[in-house]
T-cell receptor, first 114, second 113 residues
Framework: AQKVTQAQTEISVVEKEDVTLDCVYETRDTTYYLFWYKQPPSGELVFLIRRNSFDEQNEISGRYSWNFQKSTSSFNFTITASQVVDSAVYFCALSLTGANNLFFGTGTRLTVIP | ETGVTQTPRHLVMGMTNKKSLKCEQHLGHNAMYWYKQSAKKPLELMFVYSLEERVENNSVPSRFSPECPNSSHLFLHLHTLQPEDSALYLC????????????FGPGTRLTVT
């Protein structure tokens, strides 16, 4: 069975602090993709990154970075020097070959306090 | 702007009403999806269409009826809903179903009274 766990329900940080959002996944497939999405108060989920199971290189995009570790089945997301605009709900998701859809975690609500 | 639009953004309807939600994607994608997002629950996949053919119905009650007239448009027809159907309904599209990233619309906030 496939599952995505985001154990942190809510996180609050003060502006300019770094914050890491955890994501742990379960699957028996060897080929899969992992995703992160951001859902600001406006509602739509914004795609942030897709990573395939054969690429364990960490990725950095501006203040965002992702750490993919197959050994621990984790795909964690770090925001450096957080800003108020980063306040949103962040979802981690998993997709499998042959599946029609993404399997989403329950999300982590991040609040950045000015 | 993700290239996926949804109308209306907000909808209040009584349990005996019939209404429709509309989704349009301008990305040239082949797959479209309906999700339901309720408070404190994971996103629930409702329907998947690939090349205008429904490929998944995730045990959704018959009071929700999807329609995909072409690859750019997706509708969700609603009738005799229950208060527990109140939620944010999100439409998404992807190049092909499965492994591709999905692009989401802003959602329709539905309240059933």
């Amino acid at each position: 069975a496939q599952k995505v766990t985001q154990a942190q329900t809510e996180i609050s940080v003060v502006e300019k602090e770094d914050v890491t959002l955890d994501c742990v996944y379960e699957t028996r497939d060897t080929t899969y993709y992992l995703f992160w999405y951001k859902q600001p108060p406006s509602g739509e989920l914004v795609f942030l990154i897709r990573r395939n199971s054969f690429d364990e290189q960490n990725e950095i995009s501006g203040r965002y970075s992702w750490n993919f570790q197959k050994s621990t089945s984790s795909f964690n997301f770090t925001i450096t020097a957080s800003q108020v605009v980063d306040s949103a709900v962040y979802f981690c998701a998993l997709s499998l070959t042959g599946a029609n859809n993404l399997f989403f975690g329950t999300g982590t609500r991040l609040t950045v306090i000015p | 702007e993700t290239g996926v639009t949804q109308t209306p953004r907000h909808l209040v309807m009584g349990m005996t009403n019939k209404k429709s939600l509309k989704c349009e994607q301008h990305l040239g994608h082949n797959a479209m999806y309906w999700y339901k997002q309720s408070a404190k629950k994971p996103l629930e996949l409702m329907f998947v269409y690939s090349l205008e053919e429904r490929v998944e119905n995730n045990s959704v009650p018959s009071r929700f009826s999807p329609e995909c007239p072409n690859s750019s448009h997706l509708f969700l027809h609603l009738h005799t809903l229950q208060p527990e159907d109140s939620a944010l309904y999100l439409c998404a599209s992807s190049q092909d179903r499965g492994l591709d990233e999905q692009y989401f619309g802003p959602g329709t906030r539905l309240t059933v009274t």
